[in-house]
Structure formats: structure tokens, C-alpha cells
């Protein structure tokens, strides 16, 4: 096994095992070697199912993401909430295919989940081999529009993020 599996297993072996010791609360020694059996366990029983994640190239780079995605979630819940209270009858939801440039699929999972964070959007697919992603919207305007902005707003900035 490389050696980003095996920090996998160490991670996971560790998280699992602090969490025992806190439900157990109970430091004695059955506990404690019970605790780590199991962990050890179900730590090599899911390495194989952990997908690899590429390394981030830029710390930077991901801190501007994080906060653009939190500052769209904010804007997004406001907006949102101006079109349901205003006039519903108003929306236009859509079905928008997006092609994209990511085919890592941790990262595709990413931008996924921040798309569907962000209220007002869901994807409702995520295909890196075809390169598309699949958006339902409240309301859009102009399909282009709103594949332009998820392209330019999100997958730009996680390929500055990752190494992909």
C-alpha cells in the first residue's frame, strides 16, 4: 500500500479509537486495548474504500475559496428567500449542463457539494469521466449565465486550490 493509504489508516485508526475512549468513558485496560482492536480493524477493513484525495497546492488559494463559497452561501440564502417570499410564481428552475475541466473525482465531489451547498442550487449528477455536472436551479435567467458562474466562481478557483 502507498503511503497516502497507509496515513489513511493511521488517521482513521486514530479518530476511531479517541472516539471509543470518549462514548467508553472508561480508561481501563480492556477498554483501552478493545478500543484499539476494533479501530485497527475497521481502520484496514475501509482503506481500500477511501478515495484518493490530490494533494492542495495552495493554501491560499483554498482559504479565497472558502470564503467565496461561504460568502454565495450567504448571498444565495438572501436571495433565495426575496424570491420565495416575493413571487414565487416569478421562478424559473432549470435543468443546466455544465462541462468541466476537473476529472479528479474527489474534486468533481467537491464542487459538486459546494454547488449544492449553496442554496437555490442541487446537483443532481457529477460525471468526471464525461467532464459534466448536472445543476437543478431555482431560477435561471440564462443557462450560460449560471454555467459560466459555477465555472468561473467555483471550478477555476479548486483547480488553483488542487493539484489537478
Not at 500500500?1 to 472508561?26: E, H, N
Not at 467565496?68 to 452561501?73: H, K, L, P, R, T
Not at 475541466?101 to 442554496?119: G, N, S
Request: overall charge positive.
Amino acid at each position: 500500500m502507498t503511503s497516502s493509504r497507509g496515513s489513511i489508516r493511521w488517521r482513521t485508526f486514530i479518530v476511531l479509537w479517541i472516539f471509543w475512549m470518549l462514548l467508553a468513558q472508561d480508561a481501563s485496560a480492556g477498554t483501552v486495548l478493545t478500543g484499539a482492536l476494533f479501530s485497527a480493524l475497521i481502520s484496514l477493513a475501509t482503506a481500500p474504500l477511501v478515495p484518493r484525495f490530490p494533494r492542495i497546492r495552495s493554501a491560499r488559494a483554498l482559504a479565497g475559496y472558502v470564503s467565496v463559497v461561504i460568502w454565495d452561501i450567504v448571498v444565495a440564502n438572501l436571495r433565495v428567500a426575496r424570491w420565495v417570499i416575493g413571487s414565487p410564481s416569478a421562478l424559473r428552475p432549470a435543468m443546466v449542463e455544465i462541462p468541466i475541466d476537473i476529472h479528479d473525482p474527489a474534486v468533481v465531489a467537491v464542487l459538486a457539494a459546494t454547488v449544492t451547498l449553496t442554496p437555490g442550487t442541487l446537483t443532481v449528477e457529477a460525471d468526471p469521466a464525461s467532464g459534466r455536472l448536472v445543476v437543478h436551479v431555482l431560477h435561471a435567467e440564462d443557462s450560460s449565465t449560471v454555467a459560466g458562474e459555477i465555472r468561473d466562481r467555483y471550478e477555476r478557483r479548486l483547480k488553483e486550490v488542487f493539484a489537478c
